[in-house]
């Protein structure tokens, strides 16, 4: 008897003691995924090396912030620019307490001025060697660390002063690298993570919702913009988020150069008499064609792109100017563009 509550004993404090031994190894699990720093990054051709993770950004780029703002870092950013639209609905509240340098391209000072440790840029050409807002090196100069978005420069020339020439097909890979990029600079792993896993179901989601709604090879084109309304087109080219988005659903683009966002004719796109045009929507006003309606009402009344099948059936798809770029939103310009050629009875 005594034998056997001896034996029952040691068990319990057996089991007792194993157990507090596994909670102290799940308490310290975390700890063994936390950021090192320094943390060097590999970024768009420069090393970056980051002493902790940085507490005061400003965020050049509606995709860039949105992003940031997907990884729970809204209390770190201290100024953004660059919007073409209105934020995610989510982000609404956290974004109206931000405060906004400029709705496009802001001064180099108004940067400097907010005294970030990082900037953050969705676009080369704003800040790069030829940045139209500041080159790394003067950011660099004065201590401030900058990060690009990989999807706008891993294959990617944009050394011409425009939109640049993309020498691969984009896919959200680029985007994925970014988010966890970005998580390990500011050590939320798990935040990035969880946001790349949600992404790459919803956009597995997307593919599996339009197998049946095939593009069968239609021809289509994007139109973000125009300087002037009668003037030529920024029209997506081959290898760009309208691209991508085009080769998922089995869609054909009408541009085949490599230039991101070429400025084409409308004789040559009459040529290729798209059956399709995707017509961005935003709220920026920097160019004559970036408010919707004009679009529409200069495509239903010019002499030359009122002939065109895709104007005279009315086969326009509305979409979110930011889904036609390299953004977590270009999933959603799938469902949006696959849902348009359904509703015009195209998948048939």
């Known amino acids: 008897m005594l034998l056997s509550l001896s034996i029952e004993v040691f068990m319990r404090q057996f089991l007792a003691t194993m157990t507090f031994a596994f909670g102290l190894i799940g308490l310290a699990a975390p700890g063994l995924t936390a ?57 609404a509240d956290a974004n109206s307490r931000i405060k906004r340098l400029a709705d496009n391209d802001p001064s180099f000072e108004s940067v400097v001025g907010q005294e970030p440790d990082m900037v953050a840029a969705e676009f080369e050409w704003h800040v790069g060697a030829q940045g139209s807002v500041g080159k790394r090196d003067q950011f660099g100069d004065l201590g401030i660390n900058t990060y690009l978005s990989p999807a706008d420069c891993v294959a990617k020339v944009n050394t011409d002063g425009g939109d640049g020439v993309r020498k691969e097909l984009f896919t959200m890979e680029l985007v994925y690298r970014e988010i966890a990029e970005l998580s390990e600079i500011f050590d939320v792993r798990e935040h990035g993570d969880a946001l790349i896993e949600e992404l790459k179901k919803r956009e597995a989601d997307a593919v599996t919702s339009i197998s049946n709604a095939s593009g069968k090879n239609l021809p289509v084109v994007f139109w973000f913009s125009s300087k002037e309304v009668n003037g030529d087109a920024f029209i997506a080219g081959k290898n760009g988020a309208p691209a991508y988005i085009l080769k998922t659903i089995g869609a054909r683009n009408v541009v085949t150069t490599q230039e991101e966002w070429p400025l084409v004719g409308w004789e040559t796109i009459a040529e290729a008499n798209p059956a399709v045009i995707v017509v961005a929507t935003m709220d920026r006003r920097r160019y004559a064609a970036d408010d919707p309606k004009v679009k529409i009402d200069f495509l239903e009344h010019d002499p030359v792109t009122r002939e065109l099948d895709a104007v005279k059936n009315r086969h326009f798809v509305m979409m979110d100017a930011q889904s036609m770029n390299p953004t977590i939103r270009t999933i959603d310009g799938i469902e949006t563009l696959a849902n348009g050629i359904k509703s015009f009875g195209l998948s048939q």
């Not at 073409?84 to 982000?91: R, W």
């Open 35 to 91: 950021t090192q720093y320094p943390l060097t990054v590999s970024n768009c051709g420069k090393e970056v090396t980051f002493r902790k993770a940085p507490t005061k950004i400003v965020s050049i780029g509606q995709g860039m912030t949105e992003i940031l703002f997907s990884l729970g870092l809204a209390d770190r950013i201290v100024g953004t620019a660059v919007w073409v639209g209105p934020v995610l609905p989510q982000y």
